[in-house]
């Protein structure tokens, strides 16, 4: 008998080529005629034309734009005030965020604290609701990965942490998801990003507050990035596969927003601030060093991942990890850690047991102590 839960219902979502030019129709629903935009990007997408035929195309519904741009990787609390501070001034009305992770994750904390004026570092870890009522906000990721679409949390950094906040508010209200705009993703940032992704839906499957609805969306991701991810990965401009994936990535969102993560995303964020490791990457590794340890706690969720990851018919728990590494192979996921030693698992494992990560690594269906965990870590450093 599965365990009582209740499933929060998804963040809207929009898919479709060229989906993107719709977005001023968009911003009128949800903001009314005229509305004022802040479009949150990066500096790659200034560069690239993509900010411009975003801001083109809210003008042609009449609406006002400005951007903010100066997101950088795991964003500083600074940076999500920042935004929120030129929100106040340019009178926003609406916020779209248009990039990666970090750009959607700084961007929706941004539009809950614009109207309030407190700062990020307020909200971190729960401690203090995030604000209702903020301006309405909608998602329009380039990478597919993070999920940052469709949850209810936010990630940013100060000069010693990496934090999130968390609360029913950080949802967006639309979530546009057009494949076109991941199909310049260099190969190497399509296999990271997808590897969050399909580590998000292994860990959904498999962590102690998984539940029948979450398990069969994580699942079916983890099918959907078996067969595709591969594909976009080898061939960048074949848009159907970019499709597969993002849709892949958006519903291993909604099922670990439920459910939360396990013991990977704890060291990979602990990698993250210890070594500046991609989170992609970091996740990757970390699940893959980890993974015989928690298929012995949740035997059944495994023996399905096996299944989802085109393992034969009766494929055990056992048999999980090698086919995530057989997965990993076919994508040309780097397994090699060669900037880390032996003397940073201790380090590592230590950040694993901060308030941050305590609860991802408390959701896993192990239960590491520090020292098991530090030697798992170790060899992970080692093997690598």
């Known amino acids: 008998m599965p365990l009582p839960f209740s499933f929060a219902a998804p963040v809207p979502l929009a898919f479709g080529d060229n989906r993107l030019m719709k977005l001023g129709r968009d911003v009128k629903r949800l903001a009314g005629d005229g509305a004022e935009v802040l479009l949150v990007t990066d500096p790659v997408h200034t560069g690239n034309g993509l900010a411009e035929r975003a801001a083109g195309a809210l003008g042609e519904s009449g609406h006002g734009c400005s951007v903010f741009s100066d997101i950088a990787s795991d964003p500083a609390a600074e940076t999500v005030d920042a935004i929120s501070e030129q929100a106040r001034s340019r009178g926003a009305d609406c916020i779209v965020a248009m990039g990666g992770g970090s750009t959607l994750d700084a961007a929706k904390l941004a539009a809950c604290l614009a109207p309030d004026g407190r700062g990020a570092v307020a909200f971190a870890l729960g401690g203090t609701p995030v604000p209702a009522g903020g301006l309405p906000k909608i998602a329009v990721p380039t990478t597919a990965g993070t999920g940052s679409e469709v949850t209810r949390t936010s990630v940013f950094s100060t000069s010693e942490r990496k934090l999130w906040a968390w609360g029913e508010s950080l949802r967006f209200n639309l979530a546009l998801l057009d494949p076109l705009l991941t199909v310049s993703l260099p190969a190497p940032l399509t296999a990271a990003t997808g590897v969050d992704a399909m580590v998000h839906a292994i860990e959904s499957a498999t ?59 704890a060291i ?62 076919d994508i040309g996921f780097d397994l090699t850690l060669g900037e880390l030693g032996e003397r940073d698992a201790g380090a590592i494992a230590s950040l694993c047991f901060e308030p941050e990560n305590m609860v991802m690594l408390k959701g896993d269906a192990h239960e590491f102590t520090p020292d098991s965990l530090s030697k798992t870590i170790n060899r992970m450093i080692s093997a690598a």
């Open 207 to 265: 962590c102690r507050r998984r539940n029948p609805v979450s398990s069969t969306i994580a699942l079916g991701a983890i099918r959907t990035l078996r067969e595709w991810l591969p594909e976009a990965v080898r061939h960048p401009a074949d848009t159907p596969a970019r499709g597969h994936v993002q849709i892949a990535a958006t519903l291993a969102g909604v099922a670990f927003d439920v459910t939360g993560v396990a013991v990977a995303h």
């Open 268 to 329: 990979g964020h602990a990698l993250g601030q210890h070594a500046g490791i991609h989170h992609g990457r970091a996740v990757g590794l970390a699940l893959a060093a980890t993974m015989e340890h928690s298929a012995e706690a949740a035997a059944d969720a495994y023996s399905a991942v096996s299944a989802a990851l085109g393992g034969p018919e009766g494929a055990t728990a056992r048999q999980a990890s090698s086919l995530y590494r057989r997965f990993l192979g």
